[in-house]
């Protein structure tokens, strides 16, 4: 968890050490990240970062945390989701995304680092219905594979329109 420390700093100090975060964990994999470069790019000593992060996972969760708040804050995101607005959610999310200043980072993250994360059993998948489940599955998935791939966005996001809309009928 980040430190009262770090959230206590001036923001020229801050925005120096964010900046490092993003371009290490935009470079690296958290695997392969390492705090003596974070720390000679911001220009803070190696203590300092340890006052302000427990370790490197620490720093890459705040670091992502604040690109998917930063990419989800323009998005529509409606509680009742039908397969046409989980689509242009998964639009929106992969064109602000790619405008943004974290998509090396994001895409990192999808094609790297977000199976470091996946550590304990998800509950709410029990109690989420098979709709809301696959659904919750195919657009990640459909991230992923534009990732690897954008020439084929909208071939992917029609894919996922056509799913979508079939397991709809099927939970009905």
Not at 155 to 170: A, F, G, M, Q, R
């Amino acid at each position: 968890m980040v430190s009262t420390t770090f959230d206590n700093l001036d923001d020229a100090k801050k925005i120096r050490v964010t900046d490092a975060l993003l371009n290490e964990f935009s470079n690296h994999t958290l695997m392969e990240s390492q705090v003596s470069r974070i720390v000679k790019e911001s220009g803070i000593a190696r203590g300092a970062f340890y006052k302000y992060f427990d370790d490197l996972k620490d720093a890459y969760t705040y670091t992502y945390g604040l690109a998917m708040k930063d990419i989800h804050k323009s998005i529509r995101i409606s509680h009742v989701t039908t397969p046409s607005e989980l689509v242009e959610q998964t639009r929106q999310f992969v064109e602000k995304t790619n405008d943004s200043r974290y998509y090396a980072l994001i895409k990192m993250h999808v094609l790297h680092n977000e199976s470091s994360f996946i550590s304990k059993f998800d509950k709410n998948v029990v109690n989420e219905n098979e709709f809301q489940w696959a659904s919750s599955v195919m657009v990640h998935e459909t991230i992923k594979q534009i990732m690897l791939n954008p020439d084929v966005k909208e071939i992917l996001l029609k894919k996922l329109s056509n799913i979508l809309s079939v397991l709809e009928k099927e939970d009905k």
